[in-house]
């Protein structure tokens, strides 16, 4: 950035030209680059043209901020809208196959999901019935913060129960018959499990065993699979990512903490209570923030290790997603601290946050490890062929898998056989050590047997979460490590 100075000659009719250290001083015009300068009149005020273009910076600036913050929000919403395009706000819809979970960001292959999307404004207190079983379930608010594990993960600890859900302002009513209270900082949430089992009778049967009712009435829940529905799992782009935010800030009553963000939205036209009907200026305003907004998001999840380094120290590209939060509050305890750049970093290319993701709980939950690098330190790129070795006696209880992911939309790479990804349930060909070769390219090489190989599309950027499925101590104790990405030459 470069200053440049002007002096300032003040003439008057009838008086001299006066001139001197103070004018000189209150007559700065400061130039930023890409943007017009800032002058000052004489007197020490801005001019009117200075304060004209400040106005439509502080604009810019909070509609940017506020991209960020509409980042998770959006990404649920994404996921809320489709489940409501073919189910209630109380129906559990499920993902149970690839093909289900395509449109989904960085969903993974291994294992049925089943969700809901109620808002608590309509429904009052309501009653999450668990069964007993393998199952990992997560309640998260609508702007991703953790409100309570279920399974085995939660306080039921896989064998099942009832759990009590209000609104964080509201008090527990008499005779609600739940086991656990849960309170939800905003009135639209959403529950969600995972069933951790591959048995499809017990799938079937802990699906099914899953209610959500208001207290007091009986549960009308439907089972309802996606099926052949089109959707969108990510945040949309333009002037549509405002439109999708204008339509939950007139739906949700978001907690005071955010009330900066709402006056920031107040800028550009976005108001509770008020249509959507921004100027031309605006609009022109709305799309720089949201092209910007958007890049620091892509930078804040793809080069994130400029923020929170890496996972291992030996100068492999790992990253953790979660790796900017200190829990799945995104509060820092030791100085309150809400970590936006953590959460941005995960939410955009990622949904849910739980206990069981965060701590690091020796056999129970899952842990994710990132790369978008090569070794050599390049992007993952559809054009080129790669290959990983993933060391024999991977820390995982359960299981792990590796799923390719498109850059663009973060979901499952649209390969040529609609498979994104490989883990061992899918009993991969292993080496005489024990390990197994993943290879990634545009095309199969004829030495590589087909179980190991991933297609990628030439010329697009992609990226993959390694996932350990109740992860062991060699995890956690780095004794067991996972080499980089090698491109093939």
């Known amino acids: 950035m470069k200053n440049t100075v002007f002096v300032a000659v003040l003439l008057t009719v009838g008086l001299t030209v006066v001139s001197s250290v103070n004018v000189l001083a209150d007559a700065v015009s400061r130039t930023e680059s890409g943007s017009a300068s800032l002058a000052f009149d004489p007197s020490g005020y801005p001019t009117r043209a200075t304060i004209d273009d400040v106005f439509d910076k502080m604009a810019l600036h909070g509609a940017t901020q506020a991209y960020l913050w509409g980042t998770t929000i959006l990404v649920n919403n994404q ?43 309509e429904t009052g207190p309501l009653v999450l019935e668990v069964p007993a079983g393998p199952t990992g379930g997560i309640l998260n608010d609508m702007e991703a913060r953790h409100i309570a594990d279920t399974g085995l993960a939660g306080p039921d600890k896989g064998k099942g129960g009832k759990y009590l859900i209000l609104h964080d302002s509201w008090e527990v009513p008499k005779n609600h018959g739940a086991d656990y209270v849960l309170r939800s900082k905003t009135y639209l949430f959403w529950v969600g499990t995972r069933i951790l089992t591959p048995d499809k009778k017990e799938i079937a049967r802990l699906q099914a065993g899953h209610k959500l009712y208001p207290v007091g009435k009986k549960s009308e829940t439907k089972i309802v699979s996606i099926g052949n529905k089109k959707y969108r799992g990510w945040q949309k782009d333009g002037m549509d990512f405002w439109k999708d935010l204008h339509s939950i800030v007139q739906i949700e009553d978001f907690p005071e903490e955010d009330g900066y963000i709402l006056q920031f939205l107040q800028r550009v036209g976005i108001e509770k209570g008020k249509p959507f009907r921004p100027t031309k200026h605006q609009k022109e305003i709305l799309l720089q923030a949201e092209m910007l907004g958007k890049t620091m998001a892509m930078s804040l999840a793809c080069a994130r290790e400029r923020l929170f380094g890496t996972y291992y120290d030996d100068g492999t590209k790992w990253t953790v997603p979660l790796g900017g939060l200190s829990n799945a509050q995104h509060i820092n305890p030791k100085n309150g601290i809400h970590e936006l750049d953590g959460l941005v970093s995960y939410s955009r290319e990622a949904f849910s946050m739980s206990d ?59 390969n040529r056989d609609m498979r994104p990804g490989l883990g061992s349930r899918d009993k991969p060909l292993a080496n005489a050590d024990g390990s197994v070769t993943i290879t990634i390219g545009p095309a199969r090489p004829a030495n590589v047997p087909a179980s190991n190989f991933i297609y990628t599309n030439p010329g697009e950027g992609w990226f993959t979460y390694f996932r350990v499925y109740a992860p062991t101590a060699a995890y956690f104790d780095k004794s067991w490590r996972l080499p980089d990405i090698r491109k093939l030459k």
């Open 79 to 121: 996921w809320r809208l489709a489940n409501l395009s073919v189910a209630g706000p109380l129906d559990f819809v499920t993902y149970n196959t690839v093909k289900e979970k395509y449109n989904i960001i960085t969903s993974n292959m291994a294992t049925p999901y089943m969700i809901a999307f109620p808002n608590l404004k």
């Open 356 to 414: 069981g993701m965060m701590k690091d709980l020796v056999g129970v939950g899952s842990k994710y490890l990132a790369a978008y690098t090569d070794a050599d330190n390049n992007w993952l790129n559809g054009s080129n062929t790669y290959q990983l070795t993933v060391p024999a006696n991977v820390p995982a209880k359960q299981f792990w898998s590796f799923i390719v992911y498109s850059h663009k939309t973060r979901t499952f790479v649209k």
